[in-house]
Each structure stands twice: as structure tokens, then as C-alpha cells.
């Protein structure tokens, strides 16, 4: 059976710290990884990964895919309360099917 | 250029009765799909539809859920007879194109709670 998983599964940190989200799957049919960040409503995304070895950045986030491990990570670098969230990785089939992982709750304290 | 819009935010029903949720895609987006998120859990895919078509309902329900994408109008997502465990949150996103490289956007999504 397809599964995504994340972790860890909450994590709380300051003001200023980097944290590290991991996402590791196991999908038939593999076509893209992808993050997205969930505050009270939309999933809003952040990143689409297609190729190994090639991050992506955008501000203080980046993420990387590793396809022979089956594993992407999320860095977010100097982390502001704003940042508080769940941050969903999910694994896109061909046909466009995304299966998602549970997702890891950062909160971020001030 | 307007999001992914789903409506109702909130619904709710007593059991037995009726939930149409509705979604309509991004302009110019022609590919819909549904999701739902249980409490603690992740988003879980229930069909794929394009104009007219059902693509993929391999996530769907047997009995009580339909889903249709009409011609003209938005996504409609049916639950008839509903039960309490049909309680969460569905959420609808959208995406230009299959066969490229292009994330799926999501609407707000319609908390159902049925009691």
C-alpha cells in the first residue's frame, strides 16, 4: 500500500532556530514530492520537487529530494512564530493522486 | 485571479440527512479533486474529475458519496444519509492540466459535522 511518512510528528522550538521536517515514501507510480503548509484552512503550497539533488528555496524554506532514498526534507532557517503550522508532505502519482503524509505540527515560541 | 472556492466553510447536519459540498476551481482549471482530513489525521484522496467525467473515485466510498463536475457550474460533493464518522474536513483542490508538472491548489475546504 502507498504510505507517506513524516517526522517528527510535533515539534516545538524558539524564535530564531532551524528546524528540519523529514518526509519519507513509498508510492507506486512516483512522480513528484511535494510540501504544504496548513494553518486553520487551505493546505497552501510551498514546494514541488520532481528531480534528486536540486533544492529549492524560497526565503527562509528549502527542500531537497532524494529519489534512490525515497526521502525529501524541509529546512526552515531562523524560524519566526508565523511559521507555526502543520507542514504536509505528499507524494504525487501519475494522474495528479496525492498521497499525503500525517503531517509534523511546528510551533514556534516566542 | 480567485482561488479554489468551496462552500459552504461550515456544514452541519443531523444524521440521515443531506451534505453537498461545492468547490469551483481556479479559472481556467479543468481537473478537480477531493479530499478529506479526519481529526489528527492527513488529507486522504477520494476522486478526480474533470468536465463530465469521473477519472479516478477509487477513494470514494461505495455507498452514500457521489461526486459529479458538471458542464457548466461548480464540483458537487453528495453524502446521503450521513453518519457521525462522516464528520471532517473535505477539501477541494484544482490543477490546470494532467500529464505536467503542476501542483494541485486548494480551497478552504467545508468542515462537515454531523450530529
Known amino acids: 500500500e502507498d504510505k507517506v511518512v513524516q517526522s517528527p510528528l510535533s515539534l516545538v522550538v524558539h524564535e530564531g532556530d532551524t528546524v528540519t521536517l523529514n518526509c519519507s515514501y513509498e508510492v507506486t507510480n512516483f512522480r513528484s514530492l511535494l510540501w504544504y503548509k496548513q494553518e486553520k484552512k487551505a493546505p497552501t503550497f510551498l514546494f514541488m520537487l520532481t528531480s534528486s539533488g536540486i533544492e529549492k528555496k524560497s526565503g527562509r524554506l528549502s527542500s531537497i529530494l532524494d529519489k534512490k532514498e525515497l526521502f525529501s526534507i524541509l529546512n526552515i532557517t531562523a524560524t519566526q512564530t508565523g511559521d507555526s503550522a502543520i507542514y504536509l508532505c505528499a507524494a504525487m502519482e501519475y494522474g495528479n493522486k496525492l498521497v499525503f503524509g500525517a503531517g509534523t505540527i511546528l510551533r514556534v515560541k516566542s | 485571479n480567485a482561488g479554489v472556492m468551496q462552500n459552504p466553510r461550515h456544514l452541519v447536519r443531523r444524521r440521515g440527512q443531506e451534505a453537498r459540498l461545492r468547490c469551483s476551481p481556479m479559472?481556467?482549471?479543468?481537473?478537480v479533486y477531493w479530499y478529506r482530513q479526519l481529526p489528527e489525521e492527513g488529507l486522504k484522496f477520494m476522486v478526480y474529475l474533470q468536465k463530465e467525467n469521473i477519472i479516478d473515485e477509487s477513494g470514494m466510498p461505495k455507498e452514500r458519496f457521489s461526486a459529479e463536475f458538471p458542464k457548466e457550474g461548480p464540483s458537487i460533493l453528495r453524502i446521503q444519509q450521513v453518519v457521525r464518522g462522516d464528520s471532517a474536513a473535505y477539501f477541494c483542490a484544482s490543477s490546470p492540466l494532467q500529464g505536467q508538472d503542476s501542483p494541485l491548489h486548494f480551497g478552504n475546504g467545508t468542515r462537515l459535522t454531523v450530529t
Open positions: 479559472k481556467g482549471h479543468s481537473h
